[in-house]
Nanobody
């Protein structure tokens, strides 16, 4: 069973940056969808960025040009570099993994379909 542990959240002012990390363990196989999702109070969980099993990278429109997703296979770690943060970026950020064959963008848009989740890390952006 895959385990995911996020870190790197915190409180920043608008315009600031944060880098989130997600250490992944317990792999069964070598090909995984890996993604970042977030959930603000009173809102549904939404996809932020993902790397598909084929290496394709997709972003939510709201973060394009500001966030960058990357993974270090040697360290079994997924990253999310977040720049030019805005108050609406606040929320709990989760990383998720899955081995389904669904398209990367579809999985980013349907977090309910994913099977493995971390515990989340809080990001708070003040204006």
């Amino acid at each position: 069973q895959v385990q995911l542990v996020e870190s790197g959240g915190g409180s920043v002012q608008a315009g600031g940056s944060l880098r989130l990390s997600c250490v992944v363990s317990g792999w069964a196989g070598s090909r995984y969808f890996l993604g970042w999702f977030r959930q603000a109070p009173g809102k549904e969980r939404e996809g932020v960025a993902a790397i598909g099993m084929d290496g394709r990278i997709v972003y939510a429109d709201s973060v394009k040009g500001r966030f960058t997703i990357a993974k270090d296979n040697a360290k079994n770690t997924l990253y999310l570099q977040m720049n030019s943060l805005m108050p609406e970026d606040s929320g709990i950020y989760y990383c998720a993994a899955d081995q389904s064959e669904w398209a990367t963008l579809w999985l980013l848009q349907h977090p309910g379909a994913l099977t493995s989740w971390g515990q989340g890390t809080q990001v708070t952006v003040s204006s």
